[in-house]
């Protein structure tokens, strides 16, 4: 049984950073690929940032790149996104996925295996 458990998030000003971490149990992070999605209240869930774990192989939305970055620890078997400068249009319940299939990387909700609990990530103005 595959479990992604996010942990991280929280309330900060704008400008400010958060990291968040998305650890799995019952696979270990070889080829797959994490996304990170999020979705504000009464928007559509939406895509924010990928890594395929074997590579270089990332690919990050316009509104966030140069500002979030994703990373690994492989010992621990957990991934991480690391929000800097952070703006209030970056609120909303941040979910982690994996993608086990060896492809491209992938921003469709719909290529992603499992998903993580959510986490809610606020941004005051």
């Known amino acids: 049984q595959v479990q992604l458990v996010q942990s991280g998030g929280g309330l900060v000003q704008a400008g400010g950073s958060l990291r968040l971490s998305c650890a799995a149990s019952g696979r270990t992070f070889s080829g797959d690929a994490v996304g990170w999605f999020r979705q504000a209240p009464g928007e559509e869930r939406e895509f924010v940032a990928a890594?395929?774990?074997?590579?270089?192989?990332?690919s990050y939305a316009d509104s966030v790149k140069g500002r979030f970055t994703i990373s690994r620890d492989n010992a621990k078997n957990t991934v991480y996104l690391q929000m800097n400068s952070l703006k209030p249009e970056d609120t909303g319940v941040y979910y982690c996925?994996?993608?086990?299939?060896?492809?491209?990387?992938?921003?469709?909700?719909?290529?992603?295996?499992?998903w993580g609990q959510g986490t809610q990530v606020t941004i005051s103005s």
């Open positions: 996925a994996l993608d086990t299939d060896w492809g491209s990387v992938s921003r469709r909700r719909s290529s992603y295996d499992y």
């Open positions: 890594s395929r774990l074997n590579g270089d192989t990332s």
